[in-house]
């Protein structure tokens, strides 16, 4: 079973595998076509009615499939001006003498009704002319066949159809009380589409609002430096470059103008001492009333005080959490501490194996299964970095082979740490943060490696990250 959510994400990894949406469209289709001939014969008098979307240019296809052997109206639900994607309004042309926009139309002279009028993107009750239509088609006595799920499931102005021919899996809340007889067809949504992170993953990036003011975006607070400098101001500016409003970076004192001379974006908190301390945890839970999310680890080092800091700050912070670096060090044996809180843990291999306790093989499917036993232990999800990341809450698993061996340089987990923090500060859930911000990493960094090849260094990817999200959003909205 697929989530609605996800239906998108499929296609266009689909697409960005080499299987267009168009290819997609053509084939479910005609699979709805098919299986309604198969079901009711030949010499039929179908009405198929459709949508502005792509649940209508589903439609249109099996309109033109059907027409060989049958006699067919399109009836649609807004002028053919109105429908919006270029692959839905290209089979329309295709079938354009055979439609007219629905005005009350009697069904009944129909002998099958097909409803594509409202696919998995739509959300909310059917409003405007979806509703006489959906009552109509309720009303007409004759056999309704859904094409992917029934326009309207889950509210209360839902068609009920006898059948419903789904596509590539079942959607949720589909069941055979909501759908009548259900039948999953292969429309050639390739198996990585789903296994793999893509362009598609990126749906669950939240757009910023028109109107929005500093700060609606989200404030992260870094915990972070130490005997390293670099590396929360890496993590830093790769928030910022995720779209992120404010970053504060909290640092030991001694090296705060260092970490504040890189970036004048970089909002530097002062802590006494040479590295964090139990003594610094109070102040810096103050500082996180002002913030959405907090990343621990970036620079910190292992003095056994700075491991404990961590530990007490974990236990006691109510936000969203990324733990990278050494901050995975202090929690490794104190797991439990994790348990009611949420965010993502970012390992490494060998990072992995502190956490799980035990070595382990170094095969993918150890891995996996190592970061599923974190992830339902703990309830976090855990990102495991490696030549293919690993993306699990438990319960999924997504892959990633974005990126490249340059990438090995130093830096390169603080980028990624950074993206993942900035996702969650604008709210995205962590296994969405994680899954998006793996994909946006590596793609950033295959970027930095055409121009760099293997000279390519940490802040190369920072660059490249607003690349990724212009070139990849502009597919999914």
């Known amino acids: 079973m697929i989530e609605r959510g996800e239906v998108k994400v499929l296609d266009i ?26 079901r009711f014969g030949e010499g039929l008098h179908l009405a198929v009615l459709c949508g502005p979307g792509n649940n209508g240019g589903d439609g249109f296809v099996a309109a033109r499939a059907l027409t060989k052997n049958n006699r ?60 006489p239509m959906i009552k109509a088609i309720n009303a007409s006595g004759k056999p309704v066949v859904s094409a992917d799920m029934p326009s309207g499931l889950g509210t209360e102005m839902a068609v009920r159809p006898q059948l419903t021919v789904t596509f590539h899996d079942v959607k949720t809340g589909m069941n055979e009380q909501s759908c009548g007889e259900i039948v999953v067809k292969d429309i050639g949504i390739p198996d990585d589409a ?61 090296i705060r103008t260092v970490v504040a001379s890189y970036s004048p ?67 490794a044996g104190h797991l439990s501490l994790l348990k009611g809180k949420r965010g993502v843990l970012t390992p490494h291999h060998r990072e992995l194996e502190t956490l799980h306790g035990d070595r382990l093989p170094d095969d993918l499917g150890a891995r996996t299964d190592a970061a599923r036993k974190i992830a339902m232990e703990t309830g976090w999800t855990v990102l495991v970095k490696g030549r293919v990341d690993i993306i699990t809450d438990g319960e999924r698993v997504k892959l990633n082979r974005t990126g490249n061996p340059g990438m090995s340089v130093g830096g390169t987990g603080d980028v990624l740490a950074g993206i993942t923090a900035g996702l969650l500060t604008k709210k995205v859930a962590p296994f969405e943060a994680a899954r998006m911000s793996a994909f946006l990493n590596g793609s950033a960094g295959d970027l930095a490696f055409e121009k760099y090849s293997y000279g390519l260094v940490a802040s190369d990817l920072v660059e490249r990250i607003p690349q990724v999200l212009r070139r990849n959003l502009s597919r999914v909205r």
């Open 72 to 131: 067919v109206r399109v009836l649609l639900a807004a002028p053919p001006s109105e429908i919006r994607s270029p692959e839905a309004r290209s089979n329309f042309e295709k079938v354009e003498e055979l439609h007219r926009v629905y005005n009350d139309d009697d069904l009944t002279t129909y002998d099958v009704l097909v409803d594509a009028l409202m696919g998995v993107g739509m959300r909310g009750a059917p409003r405007g002319v979806f509703v």
């Open 265 to 331: 974006n970089l909002i530097t908190f002062p802590l006494p001492e040479d590295h964090l301390s139990p003594a610094h945890v109070d102040s810096i839970l103050d500082l996180l009333d002002k913030a959405d999310t907090l990343l621990i680890g970036p620079g910190l080092g292992d003095d056994d005080g700075t491991l404990q800091a961590v530990r007490d700050l974990v236990e006691r912070c109510e936000l969203p959490m990324v733990l990278d670096a050494d901050a995975l060090k202090a929690v």
């Open 194 to 254: 789903a296994r793999y992170v893509g362009p598609g993953d990126l749906v669950h990036y939240p757009i910023p609002l028109q109107e929005a003011h500093k700060g609606q975006n989200g404030r992260l607070v870094i915990v972070g430096g130490g005997p390293y400098t670099g590396a929360p101001a890496l993590a830093g500016l790769a928030a910022y470059r995720t779209g992120v409003d404010l970053v504060f970076v909290a640092c030991p004192d001694a």
């Open 13 to 38: 990894n689909a697409e960005y595998l080499g299987v267009p949406t168009e290819t997609l469209m053509e084939n479910a289709g005609w699979a709805l076509a098919q299986e309604i001939t198969s």
